[in-house]
Antibody
Framework: QITLKESGPTQLKSTQTLTLTCTFSGFSFDISGVGVGWIRQPPGKSLELLGIIYWDDVKRYSPPLNNRLAITRDSSKNQVVLTMANVAPVDTATYYC?????????????WGQGILVTVSS | SYVVTQPPSVSVAPGETARLTCGGDNISSDSVHWYQQKPGRAPVLVIYFDTDRPSGIPERFSGSNSGNTATLTISRVEAGDEADYYCQLWDSGRDHQVFGPGTKVTVL
């Protein structure tokens, strides 16, 4: 059974760096086609895919946020870390990590519970 | 950038069929995935690669993709189907995946 869980700060101030950790179980990056994605959802709004890291360490980022994001993994700890620099109140959202299948048009078949991050000015 | 459209809301009576659309230029050339999200919960994948259904998802959920419109069909709608539904597809212009704005399904 695949599970994922997000952890990290729930409150930040503008210009700070957000670091979130996704701890997963039930799969590994040894399997071709596997990835972990980060998605966010501002209150009352739609979903936004931030990026995905794949089994071969390829990373795909949202073009508008590419210069602020970094996704890394620690396979020994079954963790994936999202770093977002220079946050602002518009970055207030629930952040999810999810198990991704297939490269290219990946689908996200198992999601974490999400963590609400609030950014104040 | 690629423009994805979904109707903001759809209302349907129990037992009827709901058809949720996801529009985009030549969307049939992309693979579309669909997610269901209930209030306060994480999204759940209900359809992937246009028509495939994950294990555990009822057969009442089906998908299609043709021309400029992908469709999620929910047959014999139940009260528990009330949720927001999002489509996801590949924006080849930006080499990234995007979500539609979502459709809120209300069961009357």
């Amino acid at each position: 059974q695949i599970t994922l869980k997000e952890s990290g700060p729930t409150q930040l101030k503008s210009t700070q760096t957000l670091t979130l950790t996704c701890t997963f179980s039930g799969f590994s990056f040894d399997i071709s086609g596997v990835g972990v994605g980060w998605i966010r959802q501002p209150p009352g709004k739609s979903l936004e895919l931030l990026g995905i890291i794949y089994w071969d360490d390829v990373k795909r980022y949202s073009p508008p946020l590419n210069n602020r994001l970094a996704i890394t993994r620690d396979s020994s700890k079954n963790q994936v870390v999202l770093t977002m620099a220079n946050v602002a109140p518009v970055d207030t959202a629930t952040y999810y990590c999810a198990h991704a299948e297939a490269s290219g048009p990946s689908f996200l078949d198992v999601w974490g519970q999400g963590i609400l991050v609030t950014v104040s000015s | 950038s690629y423009v994805v459209t979904q109707p903001p809301s759809v209302s349907v009576a129990p037992g009827e069929t709901a058809r949720l659309t996801c529009g985009g230029d030549n969307i049939s050339s992309d693979s579309v995935h669909w997610y269901q999200q209930k209030p306060g919960r994480a999204p759940v994948l209900v359809i992937y690669f246009d028509t495939d259904r994950p294990s555990g998802i009822p057969e009442r959920f089906s998908g299609s993709n043709s021309g400029n419109t992908a469709t999620l069909t929910i047959s014999r709608v139940e009260a528990g189907d009330e949720a927001d539904y999002y489509c996801q597809l590949w924006d080849s212009g930006r080499d990234h995946q995007v979500f539609g704005p979502g459709t809120k399904v209300t069961v009357l």
